[in-house]
Every structure is written in C-alpha cells, then in structure tokens.
C-alpha cells in the first residue's frame, strides 16, 4: 500500500542548531516528492518538490531536501534554524501507479527555542 | 479568486445530523482535493476531482460521505448521519491539473468539524 513515514512527530531545537527531519516512502513507480509546512495560524504551503533531475532540491528559507530513490526517502534539512521556522511539517508523495493523488505523512511538529 | 476558501470555518453538530462543506478553488485549477486531518494525525486522503469527475473516490470512509462538484468550480463535501469520530479538520485543496501529479496543491483553511 502507499504510505508516507515521518521518523519524527516533535522536534525540539534551539536557535543555529541543525535540522533533519526523516520522510520515506511506500510507493511504486515514478514518484513526486514534496515538502509542506504550516505556521502557526496559516494554511498548508508548499516549501520544496522534487520531480525530477538533480536530486538535492532547494526550497524556501532556506531548507533544502535530497531524494534517496535507493532508501525510498527524501529527508528535510536546513544547517540553521530559526525561531521562525517553529511550524508543523508535512512529507508527501504522489505518482502515476496511484492515479497521482497525493499521499501526506503524520507530520512533524518542530519548536525552535530563541 | 485569490485563494481556496472554504466555509464554514467552524462548525459545531449534533450526532446523527448531516453537515455540508464548502470549497471554491482558485479560479482556474481544474483538480481539487478533499483531505481530512484529525487531531495530532496527518492529511488523510478523501476524493479528488480532475474537473467535475471523481476518478478517485477511494478515501472516502463510509458512504455517509459523498461529494460533488459543479463544473471546475465549487465543491460539496456531505456527511450525513455525523458520528463523534467525524470530528476533525477538513481540507480542500486545488491545482492547475491532476493528471501528471507534477503540480502543486494550494490549500484552504480548513473547517473544523465538531460532532457533540
């Protein structure tokens, strides 16, 4: 069955600390990835996609991802965070052997202390 | 219009009665999707339109739960005979085209569903 995994559901950083949060995947076939987040009080946004190419994909504030296709993951990473950056974030996957809906993980709930 | 919008943003019902949301996409975006969010737990998929078809019903819990939508417009979810576990956030989203699943969903805020 496709599915999404998020190693981590709460996450908790001080400010300049480094950030990696884990995704895997359950999916045949061609895949897109995605990355979504969403701040305190706003809606689900996009931060980062991959569709194809270069398998390091840079997104906004400066998070960037990287698509493993042999360990089925695409983990989330930024070098430092910010107390901005205190968000829920949310790993999906969509592809053609599932008519191309769109498959979100548990997410990851991410509190960055000033 | 600029956003997706949906309505009501809250809504509070009794067991066994029916509710009904509301979702206008952007203008223009031709797939639109229906999650649901429960507290604590990820975007659960529901049904997804590529214009006014559902080729994608398979997430839909029950058949308490349907939904349909007029053109490349606005969309209804219903759920009738609300049980307390239907209490949970629904989700809309929109995007350009579905079929290639190169696109990008654009959210709404959600409605919150309460079921006493």
Redesign the interface.
Known sequence: AQSVSQHNHHVILSEAASLELGCNYSYGGTVNLFWYVQYPGQHLQLLLKYFSGDPLVKGIKGFEAEFIKSKFSFNLRKPSVQWSDTAEYFCAVNGNTGGFKTIFGAGTRLFVKA | GA??SQSPSNKVTEKGKDVELRCDPISGHTAL?W?RQRLG???E?LI?FQGNSA??K??LPSDRFSAERTGESVSTLTIQRTQQEDSAVY?C?SSLE????????T????SRLTVL
Do not use: M
């Open positions: 956003g997706v999707y999650y737990q990820g975007l998929f997804y080729p994608d398979s997430g989700l989203a579905g079929s290639s699943g190169a696109n990008v969903l959210f709404g805020a959600g």
